[in-house]
C-alpha cells in the first residue's frame, strides 16, 4: 500500500504535465520503455549474390570517367549505353560506385571562387593601417553628385587626406594619396592601405601606385561591407550629423562643410 501511495502523486504530475504540453500519456510511457531496453544488436547484411565484384566495379569507374561520359549524368549514360544494348548496372549503383570515390557533383571542370579570408586589419601605433573608400554627396539637382575620398587611419580613426571632385577614378586618387604619405612621412614599408573592391580601388593604376611606394595593399571580401568598417562608419556619422545638408549648391559648398566638420 506504501509503495502504490506514492505511485500515485507521481501519476497524477504525469497526467498534468502530459495534457499541459497536448502530449499523449501512451506515447510517453511507450518512449520510456524504449530506452530502458538494451540496444539490439545488428546483425552483419550478407553480400547479395548478384553484387558486383572489384574488377566490374573499377570496369564501370573507369567508363564513367573515360572521355566519352566524363561530362555526362549517370541517367544520361544509362540510356546511352541501353541504346546499343549494352547493360552494365542501374543507376543508382553508378551513383553509388561514384559517391564512393567523392564523385557525385558537378562533373564538368568549372572555374570556382577561391576563398576569400576574412582581413584582420589590428593597427597599434599611427601611420600603419590607412583605410580609404569614396562616397557620393548630392549636387544641387537630381542626378547630380560629388565625390568625397576619405583616407583614414584606422589606430585614432584620424582623417588623414580627403579630396572632392566631380568624378570617381583612380586618377583622382593618385594625387591624394601622395600628398597624404608626403605629408605624414611615411616610409617605404610602414604603411597597409586598405579598401572595398571598388573600381578605383582595384585599378591597376593605383596597385602600381602602392607598388612604387612600398605600401601593402588589403581588400575586403567581395559583396562584404562588414570588412571596411572604419571607412563606413566615418561616413554614417557624417552624413548623420544634424546640420549634414540634403543637397551641396556646388562643390565649394561642399568642400567648406567637409572642411569643417573634419576640423
Known amino acids: 500500500m506504501d509503495a502504490a501511495a506514492a505511485i500515485e502523486p507521481r501519476r497524477g504530475l504525469i497526467a498534468a504535465v502530459c495534457a499541459a504540453l497536448g502530449l499523449s500519456r501512451a506515447s510517453l510511457h511507450r518512449r520510456e520503455a524504449a530506452r530502458k531496453q538494451p540496444p539490439a544488436v545488428g546483425r552483419a547484411r550478407p553480400k547479395p549474390l548478384r553484387a558486383l565484384n572489384d574488377a566490374e566495379q573499377q570496369h564501370i569507374l573507369d567508363l564513367l570517367r573515360g572521355p566519352r561520359f566524363v561530362d555526362l549524368a549517370p541517367a544520361e549514360i544509362y540510356a546511352g549505353l541501353l541504346d546499343e544494348g549494352v547493360y552494365l548496372c542501374s543507376i543508382r549503383t553508378m551513383y553509388r560506385l561514384l559517391a564512393e570515390h567523392g564523385e557525385v557533383r558537378e562533373r564538368r571542370r568549372q572555374l ?55 568624378a570617381e577614378t583612380a586618377a583622382l586618387f593618385q594625387p591624394l594619396f601622395d600628398a597624404t604619405i608626403e605629408k605624414h612621412g611615411v616610409e617605404p614599408g610602414q604603411l597597409t592601405l586598405h579598401a572595398d573592391r571598388g573600381g578605383p580601388m582595384k585599378a591597376k593604376a593605383t596597385a602600381l601606385l602602392l607598388a612604387d611606394l612600398g605600401v601593402t595593399k588589403s581588400h575586403s571580401r567581395p559583396y562584404t561591407s562588414n570588412d571596411n568598417p572604419f571607412s563606413e562608419s566615418c561616413f554614417k556619422t557624417l552624413k548623420y550629423q544634424p546640420q549634414f545638408p540634403k543637397r551641396f549648391g556646388c562643390v565649394e559648398d561642399a568642400r567648406t562643410f567637409i572642411r569643417r566638420f573634419f576640423d
Open 112 to 166: 570556382r571562387h577561391p576563398a576569400y579570408q576574412k582581413p584582420e586589419l589590428l593597427a597599434t601605433g599611427p601611420n600603419q593601417v590607412w583605410s580609404w573608400d569614396i562616397t557620393k554627396l548630392m549636387g544641387p539637382v537630381k542626378w547630380t553628385y560629388f565625390y568625397l575620398y576619405v583616407i583614414l587611419d584606422i589606430f585614432s580613426r584620424r582623417v588623414v587626406g580627403w579630396h572632392i571632385a566631380d
